[in-house]
């Protein structure tokens, strides 16, 4: 338990000391967001902010375990992960700098790539100490042998892919993810995982230093190098305690803004062209209907604590 909070407090610090030098140095490299006009024109004020500041707190984080883990051969898979897709959100990031229009990768490409770094990951943590272990709620532990290898790729992409679609307001995926990060890390906490443990610390830590910066008015974005490393952590952290099952619930709002997507698409596609919300995703909707950003934000993250505390409690149960 000591190391774990060495980890979050000494994360937080550097990412305190480090934020301001770091903003300066992607401004003076102009890696400044491009903002989408389409439905966007509100949050033309934020065009140029900085972005991919997700290096700052997934650099932080990795450092900060590489130093207080007990056992780093554990991790393998959970640092792949995040290296694999944050380095991938950074690329998108670029993409998205260059183009005027402010649109990074093709989905096809996203999809392909993401999947293939989901199915390598899944393979890592098969071979790893737990295997296929997955506990079922009310249930027991099951082993789901290699059947586990196609459900972690699911768990993993549904995770990276709801991570990058709520990164949206400021601070909103910053806060919403870190409360669910929080709450696995408590679960590992409890089940003995102090690896696991120490490394979703670390990464808290972090990213409440990040949030310092990030929240409205946003002195810098995470940009996918953030949303999709978060995602990345989350998911394997899920995984890793295996508790996989209680992602639906512990991570509710990124579930919801998921959801709200492909409600909107299909609902597009079904009626030939007519709109279930006014915008996708949610929190977006909730802009267009009068609801302040700082209002959203604040309600995601109450939301996010109460989805975090049902999740606890379902282990108890």
Sequence with gaps: MTSAFVALLV?????IVTGPPFIRLLIRFRLGKQIRLEGQEHHLAKQGTPTMGGMLFVSIAAVVTLILAPDLASLVPYFLAIGLYALFGALDDVANIRSHEGIGFKIRAQLLWQLIFAAVVALLLYLGPSGGALRIPFVGATDLRLAFVPFAMLVIYATTSAANVIDGLDGLAGGTIGIA???????????????????????????????????HPARV??????????????????????DALLLPVVAAPLVLVLVSVMLQVGYFRLTGGRRLFRRAPLHHHLELIGWPETQIV????????????????????
Excluded: D, K, P
């Design 221 to 242: 974005f995470m940009g996918g190098t953030g949303s999709l490393g978060l995602g990345a952590a989350l998911a394997v952290l899920a995984l890793g305690t295996g």
């Design 11 to 15: 994360a937080f610090a550097l990412g």
């Design 181 to 215: 990060i929080a709450t696995f890390g408590v679960l590992a906490l409890g089940r003995g995982q102090v690896v696991l443990a120490v490394a979703a610390a670390a990464l808290v830590g972090s990213l409440l230093a990040f949030l310092w910066f990030n929240v």
């Design 298 to 317: 604040g309600r995601f993250w109450i939301a996010a604590t109460v989805a975090g505390a049902c999740g606890l409690l379902l282990v108890r149960l």
